[in-house]
């Protein structure tokens, strides 16, 4: 009767957390056990359990299709992009303001180097579209200043995977960079005085000791970031694509919200988010399992 | 010690300015644009400060009554939700705090699932669809109400307090809730700070949930607003002439400009709280 007992002992602490618990049923279990009808054929009035099974219909039209391979390139490709442009970014940022020996100036660029974080995805992927807009962006009237003919970015499927990357890292590049410099403050400041005793340059200083110093939490982050290669936020391609760009910004989560929830083809759209889901855990496990290992490792 | 200025050092801080003037041209731009006036719009020639000085889109725009509901909307949302997120993820991370919670591992496994797989978009959808939320304030609250990153941050600070204090409380009588709301919450502030931050912040962001879960243009938040202005242009007002495009410009940089505008003034709290969470959260359990 242990377990009883301790089970009143915390029972204040349960329900404390029963909200919290029901939260997750809802909102997050539910729609796991919500994957059944992408094997059904899902209709309104039956509802999930009436509906008919079809079995692996939907998964076998989608692959199919001749826009299936496109979308799933195109996913892998915004991330590995985002990855090998906007990875590097916050450390070099986290360098050089480390370098830097004004601490009042370092303090007035960290600041400021945050801000973008907080505003919102519709502001910057609007700003994007009003900048770079053909008739009047500002871009297009500096490009105008020095005689080239105005480029309509948006509406260039060339063009969006760089927008989609620079916006990225325009926006979460001074974030990125908090936890490099947290890093960079464990540094023994000894090691830099015995290192300027021997008459080291400062780059020297920074390849021997700066970037060794932060190479654990590098490659940690590089670890959960390739971990969530795929996970492209929804929101941020939904916003800045548009039938002219598809091509190249069509990715599985917006192809999943047009054909599965405006258009109403739940069951297909549902097999879509699973096969998304299923290569984004399996990246995820994969990544984690290596991790353990680098982590083992890294003790010696 | 006084360090000479190498080569380097200007350097760097040229290219750390070029930085600063990436992130805040664009503001200032956008601010300078939305109080000049139509003429020097339409000529380009404003690029840094207004020209023309004239407030007139602001104006047109608090007068819109779509902008002007959905800046109410978002307040509400923010305010409402905020609240609930805030007592929910505080509950459950007091208590998943305990080491000697009975099925803790259980528990925290159940949540941190989810973080690695879900059931996504759609079968979401149906979910909220079900149980009534949509076109709903409670479809900009609750399907986001918990955000497990926020929940751990919030454990590992409550993790790290001292179990005397908990003891001494005890000892002076008072139950484990007396504990919670008398001794450890008000010593929590500055996590309460930023954790209500956080989900006020996203919450004011949102507009994912707004697109799947609102058909009803009364309940539409700010986003959305800005988004359609953005997208399809003009707040319609009569009278429109010539420099329709120009002052639409104005209108719509105006808009983005008020949406952002809370963010940016509650920006100095955000900072002095947000950095101390991130590093919390960095810290392994």
Not at chain 1, 136 to 163: C, H, Y
């Amino acid at each position: 009767m242990r377990g009883m007992q301790k089970l009143k002992r915390d029972k204040i602490f349960l329900l404390l957390l029963l909200p919290t618990i029901l939260y997750y049923v809802i909102f997050k279990y539910m729609p796991m056990f919500g994957i059944v009808i992408s094997f059904k054929q899902y209709e309104v009035f039956k509802g999930i359990w009436e509906s008919d099974w079809v079995g692996l219909k939907h998964y076998i039209t989608f692959f199919q299709s001749p826009s299936a391979w496109n979308l799933i390139r195109n996913t892998f490709l915004i991330g590995f992009y985002s990855l090998i442009f906007g990875f590097p970014a916050p450390i070099i940022l986290a360098l050089l303001l480390n370098e830097l020996r004004q601490n009042g100036l370092k303090r007035v660029f960290q600041s400021l180097s945050y801000l973008p974080h907080f505003i919102s995805i519709v502001v910057v992927t609007s700003m994007a579209t009003m900048f770079l807009s053909p008739t009047n962006g500002i871009v297009n009237e500096l490009l105008g200043f020095l005689g080239i003919d105005p480029i309509p970015f948006m509406q260039k499927a060339s063009w969006f995977r760089t927008i989609y990357v620079s916006t990225g890292i325009w926006q979460e590049v001074g974030w990125g960079s908090i936890i490099y410099l947290a890093a960079l403050t464990t540094i023994d400041p000894q090691l830099y005085d015995a290192a300027e005793m021997d008459g080291a340059s400062r780059g020297k200083k920074m390849w021997h000791i700066t970037i060794p110093g932060i190479m654990p939490a590098i490659v940690i982050l590089l670890i959960l970031r390739v971990g969530n290669i795929i996970d492209i936020g929804f929101e941020k391609v939904y916003l800045l694509y548009n039938p002219a760009t598809y091509e190249t910004a069509d990715i599985l989560s917006t192809y999943v919200y047009r054909t599965g929830l405006v258009a109403g083809n739940f069951s297909y759209g549902a097999a879509i988010d699973v096969f998304s889901g299923v290569i984004g855990l399996i990246f995820v496990v994969t990544v984690n399992h290596i991790a353990r290992k680098v982590g083992e490792n890294s003790l010696w | 010690m006084v360090k000479r200025l190498q080569p380097f050092d200007v350097f760097n801080i040229l290219l750390l300015l070029l930085f600063s003037a990436t992130v805040l041209y664009p503001f200032i731009y956008m601010i300078s644009v939305s109080l000049s006036s139509s003429a020097y719009i339409m000529r380009g020639e404003v690029t840094l400060l207004p020209k023309g000085f004239t407030t007139h889109v602001y104006e047109t725009i608090f007068n819109s009554s779509r902008i002007v509901t959905g800046y109410k909307n978002t307040i509400m949302y923010v305010v409402f939700g905020t609240t609930i997120s805030l007592v929910l993820t505080t509950m459950a991370a007091y208590s998943l705090a305990r080491k000697t919670l009975v099925m803790r591992k259980q528990i925290t496994f159940f949540i941190i699932f989810t973080m690695l797989f879900n059931g996504g978009m759609i079968p979401t959808f149906l979910v909220v669809r079900s149980i009534g939320l949509l076109d709903t304030i409670w479809a900009m609250v609750l399907p986001t109400a918990i955000s497990a990153w926020n929940l751990f941050v919030m454990r590992t600070f409550f993790q790290g307090m001292p179990v005397e204090l908990e003891e001494s409380g005890n000892m002076d009588g008072l139950g484990d809730i007396g504990v919670l709301t008398r001794i450890i919450l008000p010593l929590s502030k500055p996590v309460l700070a930023t954790i209500g931050l956080f989900y006020g912040v996203a919450i004011w962001n949102n507009f994912f949930s707004a697109l799947l879960y609102l058909r009803d243009s009364e309940l539409f938040p700010l986003q959305v607003v800005i988004r359609q202005l953005v997208m399809m242009g003009i707040i319609t007002t009569e009278g429109q002439n010539s420099d329709e495009m120009e002052v639409d410009q104005a209108v719509k940089f105006a808009t983005i400009i008020i949406g952002t505008l809370p963010i940016i003034m509650t920006y100095p709290f955000l900072q002095k709280y947000f950095v101390k969470g991130v590093l919390i959260g960095s810290v392994k359990g």
